[in-house]
């Protein structure tokens, strides 16, 4: 399963277009965000997926929110993680 970082400054259209070939060549993938802005930009980019599997012909997607726990320079910080799969 591939993992994919998103950050407030990542372009929607860029991460989705990640997401999606994650999903045609898997079939599952996690995305981290770390913060409001990143927790955004992955909704964006998730929904935008979304448009491009459908227009293939596959079934909708489904996206499993949850929490995470990580050290980051020394500091423990709570993300979202969105499992994302066909």
Known sequence: MEILKVASRSNPNSAAGAIAGALE????VEIH???????NQTVKAIAIARRLVEKEGTP????????????IAGEEK????FIVER
């Open 33 to 39: 965000a770390i913060g409001a802005g990143a927790v």
């Open 25 to 28: 060549q898997d079939g599952i």
């Open 60 to 71: 909708p997607i489904k996206v499993i929110p949850g929490f995470m726990e990580l050290r």
């Open 78 to 81: 709570t993300g979202i993680r």
